[in-house]
């Protein structure tokens, strides 16, 4: 069977149940409901865990999201901090977001996507549809997490973990946008915001490119691309407005300065 030639590279939950148990019709699509439950259900808890918050807490004593802009994210971190807090907080929420689509590869994966016909029902959303199910629930969790009253970062690093593993073309691509953007006008939040927006733009084209059409995949990048806008409503506001901050690598004291709050 061709879909079995180096399954052993390919291994998923969903394709091992199906086959130890000879699961066919309803019972197939049961059990791929179940795995992408897990998909949505694990990595959200993954998300929930906010490096930026807990080192906060633990490390200072104290809680980024009173502290300048609010956002429990890197460029908060580094502000109120200084660059180790940001570059730990960087490195956890990446970390986090790399474990949620490896899980979500392990559960649902392009065997099977070609193994039977649950399998080809859910490639609409792609060759890798657990991974990027639980890549988009990783990042809402990092922004909604249930265990801070959800009230989390705005899923930038997070997401582009995700993309990263999910679309390393696109990733490059953006990740230019990104750094063009930041070093010509030294605002990480309109870099964040450009980026997003060309997040759906890319992935459909270099799709089309690839594959001669598009897919559902787009549907969580516009998810990613409407949410983190939405979290950068503020930051818009004060673009607009010419009192938003530049980048830069000093802290503003956090804490040890209640005027800068």
Not at 213 to 236: K, P, Y
């Amino acid at each position: 069977m061709p879909n079995e030639i180096h399954s052993h590279m390919r291994w998923n939950l969903y394709t091992f149940l199906v086959k130890h148990f000879s699961l066919t019709g309803w019972q197939s699509f049961a059990v791929m409901a179940g795995c992408l439950l897990l998909c949505m259900d694990i990595p959200y808890l993954l998300g929930s865990f906010n490096f930026g918050l807990i080192i906060s807490r633990r490390k200072y004593h104290d809680d980024i999201r009173i502290h300048g802009s609010g956002n429990a994210g890197t460029t908060n971190m580094l502000r109120t901090y200084g660059p180790k807090a940001a570059a730990l907080t960087l490195v956890g929420d990446m970390l986090k977001a790399a474990l949620a689509v490896i899980l979500g590869y392990l559960l649902v994966n392009n065997q099977a996507v070609a193994y039977n016909e649950a399998g080809r029902f859910i490639g609409v959303f792609g060759d890798k549809p657990g991974a990027a199910v639980a890549g988009l629930f990783v990042v809402v969790g990092h922004m909604f997490p249930c265990f801070f009253r959800f009230r989390g970062g705005k899923g930038v690093a997070t997401t582009g973990m995700v993309i990263l593993l999910l679309n390393p073309i696109v990733f490059l691509i953006l990740f230019g946008i990104f750094s063009i953007i930041v070093l010509c006008t030294k605002y990480v939040s309109l870099a964040s915001i450009s980026a997003a927006l060309m997040y759906p733009l890319v992935l459909n084209n270099l799709m089309k490119i690839r594959y001669g059409h598009g897919d559902l995949r787009i549907v969580f990048a516009l998810a990613v691309c409407v949410l983190i806008i939405f979290l950068h409503r503020e930051n818009i506001k004060r673009l607009i407005d010419g009192k938003e901050n530049k980048f830069c690598f000093k802290k503003n004291g956090g804490k040890r300065n209640s005027s800068e709050k």
